[in-house]
């Protein structure tokens, strides 16, 4: 970790050590002011990103990936490029055993584009899911 976290756009990723690699879990970032340019026009784009993880030995710092994020906002790029660009930067440092990045891209011309990148570490396989039984839920004195 550097001793003072950037406060500008960074192309660097920080990690630390995952604090329970013995278990897979998912890790949940909401990034809902992603900004860039297209490439051929220069006209803004927006998107909301949503990333899930399983960490395997390392987890991403926040303020990092703020900054990471940030770095986007004066670059022209495809939604399809940025979005795998993101999840590759992801993958090489973290090497997660699970990762997938959702891209929300806010309507331009009359289409929305939503762009999903998967990667999961090789003979990496999660447990199967456990379906739990539904309850009524408790109303209490409420009745």
């Keep these: 970790m550097p001793a003072n976290p950037p ?20 890790i949940q970032f909401q990034i809902p002011e992603f900004t860039c340019h297209c490439p051929l026009t220069g006209q803004p784009d927006f998107a909301h990103f949503t990333i899930d993880m399983i960490a395997d030995e390392l987890c991403i710092e926040l303020k990092s990936l703020k900054m990471y994020f940030w770095s986007f906002r004066n670059e022209g790029a495809f939604h399809e490029k940025v979005t795998n660009d993101i999840l590759s930067k992801i993958v090489a440092v973290t090497k997660p055993r699970y990762a997938r990045i959702s891209a929300r891209w806010y309507v331009r011309g009359g289409i929305y584009t939503n762009v999903v990148a998967e990667h999961r570490k090789k003979g990496w396989k999660p447990a199967p899911r456990i379906d739990l039984p539904a309850h009524a839920e408790e109303r209490g004195l409420l009745g």
């Excluded at 990723?13 to 998912?26: C, G, I, K, S, T």
């Design 7 to 26: 406060t500008a756009p960074s192309k660097e990723l920080h990690v630390f050590p995952n604090p329970a690699p013995e278990r897979d879990y998912v």
